[in-house]
């Protein structure tokens, strides 16, 4: 764990290797399967230093590969805790955006490697005063948003990772992240590092982290069977007020989905604003929105939201945006809420459905109430903590049905 750290480091300076996908044939990357992610942010400006651990599945006896912004300056790598003398001949003034991680283990052995760096992202992560003039951090990984300030593998849309974050911030402070609130160490000099951790496979863009001087509301729910799962509004102290009459409903939101999807698969629902206009879907357990517009969130965002958890995180899709069965399923279950427009083919604010949408709300008419809610249940449960091709939708709601059905989803997307 990083404590107060100095990035000063004497590096030697060699021949980079050459990236595999350089020297020509197929490469088959690596499969990453947990992050630990320690960040610490300046006292003042925009630099971040960070320590990221990751663990690797290894597919083959190729060198490890991470895609990591050349606006950072690598200082130590260490592979299984140690330093590889084979990697001290790397130059990590990397002239490329790579960090090749050579090792002599056997496919399906694990390995870990550390990456320590610093400087300023271009994007992704927000260091500085926040709408209020206080100092905050917030940083995503949805989208590309992940691209300009953590190392990569080969392949991060397929990934999918458990999470531990390890967050330095002022006292004061607080910091919110993926999963369960595990600890937090005083430091010198007024600091202190906030603990978190996810267990549960997760896409790595489904990562996000915020801190600062926040102002946390708990919200009630109405009624709901057995133990409510916690839901929580960060914001700035002065926002509290008027933002907590936007969601006030989000606790129900979340029961509403319960009742149609199962269990909530994470230990809490946290809603966060940020100095960050977040540029793809919500994180897991942690959704974050740009603080300039979260008064005027509506409750079908919110509900969008929540049932992404579900849908989105906890099962995922493999195709490309635009061609995601589980993020078209979230978005038409938020029109479902109490409110929403799905009966008059239309989503918030008048605008048409997307074709996305438009496919789940077929299905769901052609098979009812009943055997829909079913079939995604059976979907969720079958596919959790996994990132799923479209064909394991049909399949979970031809079981529901109990017998094949006619739709399909590419067909229904018009492809």
């Keep these: 764990m990083i404590r107060r750290l100095r990035p000063a480091a004497a590096l030697l300076v060699a021949l980079a290797p050459v990236p595999l996908a350089a020297q020509g044939g197929a490469v088959v990357p690596q ?20 320590e990221v651990e990751t663990g690797w599945r290894l597919r083959t006896v190729n060198p490890v590969e991470m895609n990591l912004d050349t606006a950072f300056r690598v200082v130590r790598v260490l592979v299984d805790g140690k ?17 090749v991680v050579p090792h002599e283990k056997a496919p399906g052995d694990t390995l870990t490697t550390r990456v320590r760096y610093h400087g300023l ?60 609130f595990t600890g937090v160490d005083t430091l010198n000099y007024g600091h202190m590092t906030w603990h978190y951790r996810l267990d549960a496979p997760v896409p790595l863009d489904g990562l996000a982290v915020a801190a600062g001087r926040y102002a946390v509301t708990t919200v009630a729910h109405a009624a709901c069977p057995g133990p409510c799962v916690p839901v929580t509004l960060w914001t700035a102290p002065g926002d509290s007020a008027a933002a907590a009459a936007a969601f006030r409903h989000a606790g129900d939101v979340l029961d509403f989905m319960v009742a149609r999807l199962g269990p909530y698969p994470y230990p809490g629902l946290a809603h966060v604003a940020v100095p960050l206009a977040p540029a793809g879907r919500p994180g897991a357990s942690i959704v974050l929105y740009d603080e300039t517009q979260v008064r005027g969130v509506t409750e079908a965002d919110i509900a969008r939201a929540t049932a992404a958890q579900w849908l989105g995180n906890a099962v995922s899709d493999s195709g490309a945006a635009g061609d995601r069965p589980s993020e078209a399923a979230a978005a038409y279950l938020a029109l479902l809420w109490p409110g929403g427009t799905a009966s008059r083919g239309t989503a918030p604010g008048g605008a048409a459905l997307t074709r996305g949408v438009e496919a789940i709300r077929q299905l769901h008419r052609a098979v009812g109430d009943s055997t829909f809610f079913r079939g995604l249940r059976r979907y969720i449960q079958d596919n959790r903590n996994f990132t799923v091709a479209p064909a394991a939708l049909e399949r979970a709601m031809a079981e529901a049905a109990g017998k094949p059905l006619e739709w399909r989803w590419r067909t229904a997307v018009g492809e």
Excluded: F, K
């Design 31 to 50: 499969t990453a399967v947990s992050y630990t992610i320690t960040l610490v942010p300046s006292d003042t400006g925009a630099h971040l230093l960070a």
């Design 83 to 99: 330093p590889n003398t084979r990697l001290s001949r790397t130059m990590y003034a990397r002239p490329v955006g790579q960090v």
């Design 121 to 180: 992202a271009r994007g992704g992560v927000h260091l500085g005063p926040g709408r209020a003039g206080a100092r905050a951090l917030a940083g995503e990984t949805a989208g590309d948003q992940a691209s300009p300030w953590l190392p990569l593998p080969a392949d991060p849309a397929r990934a999918r990772v458990t999470v531990v974050w390890n967050v330095q911030a002022d006292t004061g402070q607080r910091v919110a992240a993926n999963g369960t």
